[in-house]
């Protein structure tokens, strides 16, 4: 063609709309994989060049990241998203938040909307429905830097800020051995989600080395939701052998079995030890107090915002992206104090 092909070409070209070949261009996935091909064919062959001026508005410096948490009521995602705030304002960025409520249709659309938003990266912790992880595979190959922070893909190779959810289950679930259980269970949450997994490795990693059977039937799977985690603990204490200790993923859910606990008169920790993770506010406010992992959030937040920023400044340095991983402590309060 003796003029510069412009996008407005190719779509005539093709019988599609400007819209469409837009969007195939950017590897958007409400775009069919043969009308991208097409669309990228045409696009080689008639030596398609962007139109430089849009390019670099679309690449310019718009010193704002995108922070995508699962929900933001829960204190864990507050405080890191403080530290990474603090981080950002001391680095000259700004910050657009969403919450994805634990969906992943929502984490889908929020990465879709922040990434037409001119975000220069992302922090992100997956819901606890991902499973399918294309629309972070499209961000890698756009070049788009991404930090996950507690949840994590172990397919996706980017920079991640984590804690140390092994060892510090592991301390936990020896806690409750060292003061007398026997019979410890473990309330877990989606089978898919990362940080769980990691922390029932740890527990049974405990029972084995203190010579304590791994019984499955006291490992329970549910979602991070109250009266789901009432039922689950409902049924564990229906066992005809019940546990005499628990350890559970989360405060939030902890609360939650104490209230069924209570509902069935049985005494904690004389009947039965609790210990959870996060150490919440609530933590030492709820009766009796519960024992908790607390983690450096606000530490978490700014490391995962340096991380970021460190990719944005540096896109090609071809190193193999960190993975920084913070120690637990252990607060022992009356849940899991048993008189042996």
């Not at 775009?31 to 030596?47: G, S």
């Not at 084995?208 to 329970?220: A, H, P, Y």
Request: proline fraction near 4%; hydrophobic fraction near 40%; include cysteine.
């Amino acid at each position: 063609m003796a003029h510069q092909v412009t996008i407005k070409d190719l779509a005539r070209h093709l019988n599609i709309s400007v819209a469409t070949v837009s969007r195939a261009m950017r590897d958007m996935p409400e775009i069919k994989a043969e009308t991208r091909d097409a669309v990228l064919k045409l696009a080689k062959e008639w030596d398609y060049q962007p139109n430089i001026l849009a390019t670099n508005l679309v690449k310019s410096r718009t010193k704002t990241i995108g922070v995508i948490v699962p929900d933001l009521a829960y204190h864990f995602f507050a405080s890191v998203i403080k530290g990474i705030e603090e981080e950002a304002f001391a680095r000259g960025y700004s910050l657009l938040l969403t919450q994805t409520s634990e969906l992943y249709e929502r984490e889908l659309t929020n990465v879709q909307n922040l990434s037409r938003g001119q975000v220069e990266g992302f922090i992100i912790s997956l819901s606890q429905e991902t499973t399918d992880y294309e629309h972070l595979k499209r961000l890698q190959r756009k070049g788009i830097p991404l930090v996950f922070f507690d949840r994590d893909a172990d397919e996706i190779d980017v920079p991640k800020v984590m804690v140390d959810n092994v060892g510090a289950a592991y301390e936990a679930t020896k806690h409750l051995i060292e003061n007398g259980c026997k019979r410890i269970a473990f309330l877990a949450g989606p089978i898919n989600v990362t940080v769980s997994n990691q922390r029932q490795l740890g527990y049974e990693n405990a029972l084995q080395n203190s010579g304590l059977k791994i019984d499955k039937s006291l490992i329970v799977h549910g979602n991070y939701n109250l009266q789901k985690v009432i039922e689950l603990t409902n049924e564990l204490f229906e066992l005809e052998n019940p546990p005499d200790g628990l350890v559970v993923v989360s405060d939030r859910l902890a609360v939650g079995a104490i209230s069924a606990l209570r509902v069935k008169k049985i005494r904690i920790p004389e009947d039965v030890a609790i210990v959870s993770f996060n150490d919440e506010p609530m933590c030492t406010i709820v009766t009796p107090t519960l024992s908790s992992v607390s983690q450096p959030t606000f530490e978490m937040g700014k490391m995962a915002m340096s991380l970021l920023i460190n990719q944005i400044n540096n896109p090609d340095n071809g190193l193999k992206p960190d993975v920084i991983v913070f120690k637990t402590e252990l607060k022992i309060r009356e849940s899991s104090m048993r008189i042996k």
